[in-house]
């Protein structure tokens, strides 16, 4: 937005005067996340078991998405500090390694409960504030694994699948209402997440090697790229766009290029 009231032409930044909630904001592509939303002069609360040490225009605070208690009060807690909450970053989320046979009932339910209803949750806890604001936009993080098969990944891209469903079926609810809800689909990202995941396996090099050598570009996407295709969503510069999913995904979903060397 240009500004021109005093004479002289400046760039105000696109979130000034919004307030920002991103779950999972203490690591990873939530903090990436929180950097760019701030940066473009967003206040931000961040929710997560670890938030991390609290700065200017950031708000950490301890809240676990598997429940809805903690969830609520850390939503008023934002909203009481900084007058409302206007976007919701639906991140937090954990892993799951196996096909469709290595994980018991109780790590399914562990992981959907984190990864699905913990979204569901985070929702419902900030929408009273969303239908108040002006430019309320909920954008989640979904993932390649919710439209492309992977091997070893059965319950995760469960989990994706269904936060692509939920994606567009509260798209539709809220559409009425002025709240866009949008998702962002990413390929393999190079967070702490992967590191964990490459720790695990007896070749963390080769294994680093394959997934690069899944994406067309031939390397890991950034969690930067992602915040980016995030903050585009969150902002008023989307204004058109609901009921979306944007891949940022090195080219993965949609190219069959020729395999490299
Ligand atoms: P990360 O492990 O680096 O960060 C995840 C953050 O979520 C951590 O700070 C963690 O403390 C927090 N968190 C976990 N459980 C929580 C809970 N119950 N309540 C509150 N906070 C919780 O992971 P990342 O790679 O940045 O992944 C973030 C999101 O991106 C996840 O939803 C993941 O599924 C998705 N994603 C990641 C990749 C990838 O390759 N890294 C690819 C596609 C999608």
Redesign the pocket.
């Known amino acids: 937005m240009i500004d021109s009231s005093a004479g002289l032409a400046f760039t105000v930044p696109a979130f000034t005067g919004l307030v920002a909630v991103v779950?999972?904001?203490?690591?990873?592509?939530?903090?990436a996340v929180t950097a760019s939303l701030r940066a473009q002069g967003a206040l931000v609360g961040v929710?997560?078991?670890?938030p991390g040490a609290p700065a200017d225009g950031l708000l950490p605070v301890v809240?676990?998405?598997?429940d809805r208690e903690s969830l609520t009060s850390a939503m008023a807690a934002v909203a009481l500090t900084y007058g409302g909450i206007d976007i919701l970053i639906n991140?937090?989320?954990?892993?799951a390694v196996g096909g469709i046979d290595a994980n018991d009932d109780e790590e399914w339910h562990r992981v959907l409960d984190?990864?699905v209803v913990?979204m569901a949750r985070a929702t419902s806890a900030a929408l009273p504030y969303l239908r108040r604001s002006p430019a309320a936009a909920i954008v989640n993080?979904?993932?390649?694994?919710a439209t492309a098969g992977l091997v070893q990944r059965a319950l995760?891209s469960a989990s994706?699948g269904a936060v692509h469903a939920l994606t567009l079926a509260t798209a539709a609810d809220l559409v009425g209402d002025g709240i866009r809800v949008n998702c962002v689909?990413?390929?393999?990202?190079?967070?702490?997440?992967?590191e964990?995941l490459l720790a695990r396996t007896g070749d963390p090099a080769g294994e680093r090697a394959r997934l690069e050598g899944r994406q067309p570009t031939g390397r890991?996407?950034t969690?930067e790229e992602?915040a980016g295709a995030v903050t585009y969503l969150a902002s008023p510069a989307s204004a058109a766009t609901t009921g979306m999913s944007l891949a940022v995904d090195g080219g993965m979903s949609g190219l069959r290029p020729p395999p490299r060397g």
């Open positions: 779950t999972g904001g203490g690591s990873g592509i939530g903090a929710l997560d078991l670890n809240a676990d998405v598997a991140n937090a989320g954990i892993s984190v990864n913990g993080i979904s993932s390649i694994a995760y994706k689909a990413p390929g393999t990202v190079d967070t702490p997440w992967v964990r890991l996407v969690a992602v």
